[in-house]
């Protein structure tokens, strides 16, 4: 599996565009882009994914650029609430049945007042 | 949709004795679900995979007999910790699979977690 770098931590101010930036500079051609949030004491809960480009739901951003290396998390006008651990994994073979995650480090980001 | 429940969120066990705790997926089927472990201030790290009516496949360095696995239908995985020793306390986690998720890489729901210490 691809292995993933992102920053170990991050802080803002509430109302800030928030982007945080992971590695992976060995995905493969079929694998996804997927971010995670955790709070303290919560099993993680599903942000967002993409293959490619660009992605929006309705609490964030994915930006991927064409080489697929590289992808940024954006969080539009942070809160509070938005303090947690970020996670970005890159998948197994797009239909694969093995469905294992592995996490990196993550990034904590913490919104400030 | 999609919820995952553990139970118990938490438990004090005595050094020795063993702990099981239950993963259930609440309104969808998982064939499959995974065991994770996460130490304070660390990342989860994925301790097994469950697989409904076989034996779960265990990531390396995590000793099966210790951490037993039963998954015995397509709502329920539990993890049971075996003559848990201190250094067993951790957050335990675990996230279902939805069985009917085809062509994408991660549809995968979590628990919340179980806080396992252990005395």
């Known amino acids: 599996l691809a292995k993933t770098t992102q920053p170990i931590s991050m802080d803002s101010y509430e109302g800030q565009e928030v982007n945080i930036t992971c590695s992976h500079n060995n995905i493969a051609t079929n694998d996804y882009i997927t971010w995670y949030q955790q709070f303290p004491s919560q099993g993680p809960r599903f942000i967002i994914q993409g293959y490619k480009t660009k992605v929006t739901n309705e609490v964030a951003s994915l930006f991927i650029p064409a080489d697929r290396k590289s992808s940024t998390l954006s969080l539009p006008r942070v809160s509070l609430s938005d303090t947690a651990v970020y996670y970005c994994?890159?998948?197994?073979?797009?239909?694969?049945?093995?469905?294992?995650?592995?996490f990196g480090r993550g990034t904590q980001l913490t919104v400030w007042p | 949709g999609a919820v995952v429940s553990q139970h118990p969120s938490w438990v004090i066990c005595k050094s020795g004795t063993s702990v099981k705790i239950e993963c259930r997926s609440l309104d969808f089927q998982a064939t499959t679900m995974f065991w994770y472990r996460q130490f304070p201030k660390q990342s989860l790290m994925l301790m097994a995979t469950?697989?409904?009516?076989?034996?779960?496949?265990?990531e390396q360095g995590v000793e099966k007999d210790k951490f037993l696995i039963n998954h015995a239908s397509l709502t329920l995985s539990t993890l049971t910790v075996t003559s848990a020793h201190p250094e067993d306390s951790s957050f335990y986690i675990c996230?279902?699979?939805?069985?009917?998720?085809?062509?994408?890489?991660?549809?995968?729901?979590f628990g919340p977690g179980t806080r396992l210490t252990v005395t």
């Open positions: 994994l890159v998948g197994d073979k797009r239909g694969s049945t093995l469905g294992r995650l592995y």
């Open positions: 996230s279902a699979r939805d069985q009917t998720s085809k062509g994408r890489a991660y549809e995968q729901y």
């Open positions: 469950s697989n409904e009516g076989s034996k779960a496949t265990y």
